[in-house]
């Protein structure tokens, strides 16, 4: 499974735009990549997938260059309550496999 | 439907002690997963299912074992519990086709003394 790379921790600021990027630089051919979003006590809940290119919804957007060795994660003015971590994945979209990994997740905060 | 539960929300338990923690879901997804998570870190893959009656192990398996025996249950079991199994444990679930969103309890947040 690709291994992913991600910043410890971020800062920010209300109303801006917050970029996180993840490296993977073994990810297979099958392999998509996912973001979930982790609050105090709760469980991860799923962001946003992608394959390549560009992915857009309704709280965020994925950003995957050709070579598909990393991905952003951006979400745009972020308020007091995206305070939370962020995880990065990547797995087989297929799930023949079926086992998925997170990494350490990056902890982003968000100031006033 | 109630998505993923988990049972029970707490636990207490002494050292050599054996529990079960139990993880529902309602959506008939095949794929069942138990996570733990220590203060500050990420998530760790325990044991996984990709469907009734068949199990793998994750990342830290040791100490742990799993069992599928109806398809919308998936049992964690600590023989003999230690310390180092302090922890909040988090079940989910996904579909088989579709991608990689994962649908995760509200977790079981484990004490071993």
């Known amino acids: 499974l690709a291994k992913t790379t991600q910043p410890i921790s971020m800062d920010s600021y209300e109303g801006q735009e917050v970029n996180i990027t993840c490296s993977h630089n073994?990810?297979?051919?099958?392999?998509?990549i996912t973001w979930y979003q982790q609050f105090p006590s709760q469980g991860p809940r799923f962001i946003i997938q992608?394959?390549?290119t560009k992915v857009t919804n309704e709280v965020a957007s994925l950003f995957i260059p050709a070579d598909r060795k990393s991905s952003t994660l951006s979400l745009p003015r972020v308020s007091l309550s995206d305070t939370a971590v962020y995880y990065c994945?990547?797995?087989?979209?297929?799930?023949?496999?079926?086992?998925?990994?997170f990494g350490q997740g990056t902890t982003l905060q968000v100031k006033p | 439907n109630a998505g993923v539960t988990q049972t029970p929300k707490f636990r207490v338990l002494k050292t050599g002690q054996s529990m079960t923690l139990l993880c529902a879901q309602d959506?008939?997804?095949?794929?069942m997963y138990w996570y733990r998570q220590d203060p500050g870190m990420g998530l760790r893959l325990i044991h996984y299912?990709?469907?009734?009656?068949?199990?793998a192990k994750g990342e830290v398996p040791d100490g742990y074992n799993v069992s599928r025996l109806k398809k919308q249950n998936f049992l964690l079991g600590l023989e003999s519990a230690a310390p180092s199994q302090t922890s909040v444990y988090f079940c989910?679930?996904?579909?088989?086709?579709?991608?990689?969103?994962?649908?995760f309890g509200p977790g079981t947040r484990l004490t071993v003394t």
């Open positions: 299912s990709v469907g009734e009656g068949t199990t």
């Open positions: 992608g394959y390549k």
């Open positions: 989910a679930s996904r579909r088989l086709a579709g991608g990689q969103e994962q649908y």
């Open positions: 994945l990547v797995g087989d979209r297929g799930g023949n496999t079926g086992k998925l990994i």
């Open positions: 959506m008939n997804h095949e794929y």
């Open positions: 073994n990810i297979a051919t099958n392999d998509y």
